[in-house]
């Protein structure tokens, strides 16, 4: 089993919190929406974050930033963050 990290992604247009979380065992929180694209949360295992990945692509969504909120329960060589 991996291990559960909160993931915060950036996506290039506007998502739809409420679309998204009925459609999707994992669920997400909008953390910002502006006209240049849609900032959100999402507590998943790395399975459930490619799986999320791949769903996001279909819809035509492009990813400008992904990071993994650091858990102080990891150790340092497992840090690592995405994106700019």
Known sequence: MQ????????????LEEK???A???????VEKISVAGTKFTVRTDQS???GLIRFLHRQGFIILSLNREINDELPK?????YGS
């Open 77 to 81: 060589e497992k840090e690592i963050t």
């Open 3 to 14: 291990a559960v990290s909160i993931y915060i992604i950036e996506v290039k247009g506007q």
């Open 19 to 21: 679309t998204i979380n």
């Open 48 to 50: 459930g974050l490619v």
């Open 23 to 29: 459609a999707s065992p994992i669920q997400l929180v």
